[in-house]
């Protein structure tokens, strides 16, 4: 049977690899991308799928009733079968100058998806959550699904809120959601102000690498990829109700990992700069990923020193997406195509 897919934010980095995996994987699937073309938002991720018949991209806002509702119905007659709730604010720094942005797209944004979805009956919800609302680790120790959540920044404490909102609507009315929670994930299409792409770009330019602190904050990192296939084996294979904590077994300094881009790149860390620490900055993320492995028989196919290499040649490649990006210009893009 023909499933429809109602992605939300399928213009960011994940969902614009979600739906392209979508796409080319599961021929038979049609796909409705809803995304309000954030700053984080791009159609160029998109670029060469735009006249595929199963793809639909709807401009709209999830804080929005109506805009909700006009995605609902490009399902047609028979529906959208299955939500995946990618669409939020993201960026941790953002998230300290200004929290509101985050607290209307992330808590406000989901509600308004699950009343929508629930009153469609949807047979299945992604919520895309994220390790951060789990808070800070030491040394040692892993997040597990049982881990309680101590978010630390308004970025995490609104992904927190959200996922407590998904909880709640599948605990009050049966709504088969799921919660998926996942580490850093990097790979083609990242906006250039995370981490791995913004050291890349600087790189090629000769410009200064801001490394936060002592640089010694560890994350585990995923490839997007491997991200993507965890959500579709969590939509087709989950259990309403359930967590699935994502990781990718690895976990780095930040400074190994600008050091190793540097190496690739064949630049000198003389371009390293340390600056003043991100506040409230989390110390070390690390997933305790069995749950999903034992399962649902997902486990990460790439390892960090197979991926990195390949991601850092996607940007070189790709040197005109990453200079649409970093110049402004891949805004003119959405009215190029749609004339808005
Ligand atoms: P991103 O910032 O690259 O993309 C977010 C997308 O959502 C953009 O296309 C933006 O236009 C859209 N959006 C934002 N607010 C919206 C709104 N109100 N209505 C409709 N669309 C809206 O984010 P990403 O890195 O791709 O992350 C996607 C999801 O995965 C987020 O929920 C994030 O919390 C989660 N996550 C990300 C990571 C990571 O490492 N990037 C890791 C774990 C979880
Ligand atoms: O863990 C999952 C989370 O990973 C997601 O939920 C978030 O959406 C995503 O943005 C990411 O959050 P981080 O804060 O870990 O990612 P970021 O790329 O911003 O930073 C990664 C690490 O690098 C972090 O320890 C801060 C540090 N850093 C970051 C930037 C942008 C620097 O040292 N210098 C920088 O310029």
Known sequence: MTRTILVTGGAGFIGSNFVRMLLEDR?????????????????????GIESNPNYTFVHGDITRDEDVARAFEAGGESGVSHVVHFAAESHVDRSIQSGLPFVNSNVIGTQVLLDQARGR????????????VYGS???????????????????SASKAGSDMLVRAAHHTHGF?????????????????EKLIPLMIANAREDKALPVYGDGMQIRDWLYVRDHCEAILAVMEKGQPGEVYNIGGHN??????????????????ESLIE???????????????????????GWTPRYTFEQALPMTIQWYLDNDEWLQSVRSGAYRDYYAAQYGG
């Open 27 to 47: 021929p038979g699937d049609r796909v409705i991308n809803l995304d309000a073309l954030t700053y984080a938002g791009n159609l160029e991720n998109l670029k």
């Open 121 to 132: 009956s949807v047979e299945g919800f992604v919520h895309v959550s994220t390790d951060e």
């Open 137 to 155: 680790l030491g040394k040692t120790g892993f997040f597990t699904e049982e881990t309680p959540l101590s978010p630390n920044s308004p970025y």
């Open 176 to 192: 088969p959601a799921t919660i998926t929670r996942c580490s850093n994930n990097y790979g083609p299409y990242q906006f250039p």
């Open 251 to 268: 976990e780095y300094p930040n400074i190994e990992i600008v050091r190793s881009i540097l190496r690739h790149l064949d630049k000198p």
């Open 274 to 296: 340390y600056v003043t620490d991100r506040p409230g900055h989390d110390r070390r993320y690390a997933i305790d990923a069995k749950k999903i492995d034992e399962q649902l």
